[in-house]
């Protein structure tokens, strides 16, 4: 559904590229995750695909059409946004903020049909806020904000979702309930989904690829079980880890430089549980 092919972009007066050679893509029923440490490339390389950037080199495709050919509504209702941060600035009630999901699909009066209104009613189903219409936006807490704005972006009736840190600053509950919607949703729906995340123990949880970026490259690209070893996390986020496994799926701990052994490049395995 999504197609990247070495490519590159450099801002302006930057003297190395942020995002170098990036060569990755997404199919509908599949969920990417997007991980590495600051200053990776991973929020430059989300605004080439989503076309808010413009690569220096390399091709990005959209269903098999150049992202360049797509007008920014034709790309809002293949693909659903979810930004990591949004101020609330408009005293706005649920039901009202869902319904801008739907603006690229309305017509030249801007009138809410049926259609949309049904799709409106659904998107809040689906992520469980119906029970929150009648609340102000304002008086929500941060978890049900978080999945008022998926079903938002739900309302858009798109192909594909993409958050973008989209469970910053949540609890651990509120947390896993979104990335459980995300999954329940590529599941049942069918949906692709991009999530660029810190959490690199949840991505391997969720995520059937994860690409790891470093310097604006992707170091490695593939199932968790495969591109998720010390070696490489310790290199990339630069600092000694151990790994372990929950019913078979890789998981990182973070040392203190005291606890991780002299062993080449201070990478360590700690001991499996839970297989």
């Not at 050919?69 to 649920?94: M, N």
């Not at 049926?114 to 929500?140: F, M």
């Not at 290199?235 to 000694?240: A, D, I, K, L």
């Amino acid at each position: 559904m999504i197609d990247a092919r070495g490519v590159s972009y450099r801002y302006p007066g930057a003297e190395l590229p942020a995002v170098r050679d990036v060569t990755l893509g997404l199919s509908l029923g599949e969920s990417l995750a997007v991980v590495g440490p600051n200053g990776s490339g991973k929020t430059t390389l989300l605004r080439l695909l989503l076309g808010v950037l413009q690569p220096g080199s390399g091709r990005i495709t959209v269903d098999g059409r150049p992202l360049a050919l797509w007008t920014r509504s034709e790309l809002a209702r293949v693909i659903g946004v979810v930004a990591q941060r949004e101020d609330q600035l408009f005293p706005l009630e649920v039901q009202e903020a869902v319904l801008f999901g739907r603006y690229p699909h309305l017509g030249v009066l801007g009138v809410p049909s049926a259609r949309d209104r049904r799709a409106v009613r659904r998107a809040l189903e689906r992520c469980d806020v119906a029970h929150l219409v009648g609340r102000r936006v304002s008086t929500l807490s941060g978890g049900e904000w978080q999945r008022v704005r998926v079903a938002r972006a739900l309302a858009q009736e798109p192909r594909v979702l993409v958050l973008d840190e989209a469970t910053t600053n949540l609890d651990v509950r509120h947390e896993m309930e979104v990335f459980e919607l995300v999954a329940d949703l590529i599941r049942d729906e069918g949906l692709g989904a991009i999530v660029v995340t810190h959490h690199v123990n949840l991505a391997a949880r969720f995520a059937d690829r994860i690409a790891v970026l470093d310097c604006g490259r992707v170091r490695t690209l593939g199932v968790p079980s495969e591109v998720l070893r010390a070696d490489v996390l310790h290199e990339v986020f630069g600092w000694p880890v151990a790994m372990t496994s929950w019913r078979g799926i890789p998981q990182f701990l973070p040392l203190r430089r005291e606890e991780a052994d002299h062993t080449e490049r201070g990478a360590v395995t700690a001991p499996k549980s839970h297989e």
